[in-house]
């Protein structure tokens, strides 16, 4: 596709529940990103990859978030045991290269809402 | 920690005014970028900074990024309506990237 995409657009669930966020970035982009951003604040980074592995995961805020990326392209964003705090943008970004030497594209994101 | 403040939080200008949201950090950066988010979308890259002192022009933006690369400035002439939304620096610290809390700008026409 032309541009980053993100699936669900929207995601309502309960506390407790199992959650999935799809991102497919650019064609041909190597490094993707996801990062989490709440109202009125700045994109807070969570997961860095590069290809298929994860290059840096410091900014998983704890066990129950994790990442895949298994054929370097398509990344999903999985959060186990829903809590209200949770509830966010789930913004995915992706560049050309490697880390930060060009800009990001970001995604129009996944908004999660926890009841 | 690495952090990135950014004043004002909020800017409210008529139409026609100058704007400026200033960005800092307290150790030196790598580079720096700026990115543009409207209402209810998602962040678009501006511009990326390397070079201390270094000036750039996009129209009526002017980007700087200071001497001792801490500290950014994103100076908008005569705003536009179009130009509302928040605005963000993001600092590469070399192993990390972070982006600043925003400066919020409102356009009144």
């Known amino acids: 596709g032309a541009g980053v995409s993100q699936t669900p657009s929207n995601k309502v669930t309960e506390k407790g529940k199992y959650v999935e966020l799809r991102c497919d970035p650019i064609s041909g982009h190597t490094a993707l990103y996801w990062y989490r951003q709440s109202l009125g604040q700045g994109p807070e980074f969570l997961i860095y990859?590069?290809?298929?592995?994860?290059?840096?995961d410091s900014g998983l805020p704890n066990d129950r978030f994790f990442a895949v990326r298994p054929e370097g392209s398509v990344s999903t964003l999985k959060i186990q045991r829903t809590e209200r705090g949770d509830s966010a943008m789930y913004l995915c970004?992706?560049?050309?290269?490697?880390?930060?030497?060009?800009?990001?594209?970001f995604g129009e994101g996944s908004r999660l809402t926890v009841l | 920690g690495q952090q990135v403040m950014q004043i004002p939080q909020y800017q409210h200008v008529q139409e026609g005014e100058d704007f400026t949201t200033y960005c800092n950090s307290s150790t030196t950066l790598s580079n720096i970028q700026w990115y543009k988010q409207r209402p209810g979308g998602h962040p678009v890259f501006l511009i990326q900074l390397v070079k201390s002192g270094e000036v750039k022009k996009q129209k009526r933006l002017t980007f700087q990024f200071g001497e001792a690369k801490k500290n950014s400035s994103l100076h908008i002439t005569a705003t536009q309506t179009t130009d509302v939304g928040t605005y963000f620096c993001?600092?590469?610290?070399?192993?990390?990237?972070?982006f600043g809390p925003g400066t919020r700008l409102s356009v009144l026409p």
């Open positions: 993001a600092g590469d610290y070399g192993q990390n990237f972070v």
């Open positions: 990859f590069q290809g298929t592995g994860a290059a840096d």
């Open positions: 970004a992706s560049s050309l290269n490697s880390r930060y030497t060009g800009e990001l594209f």
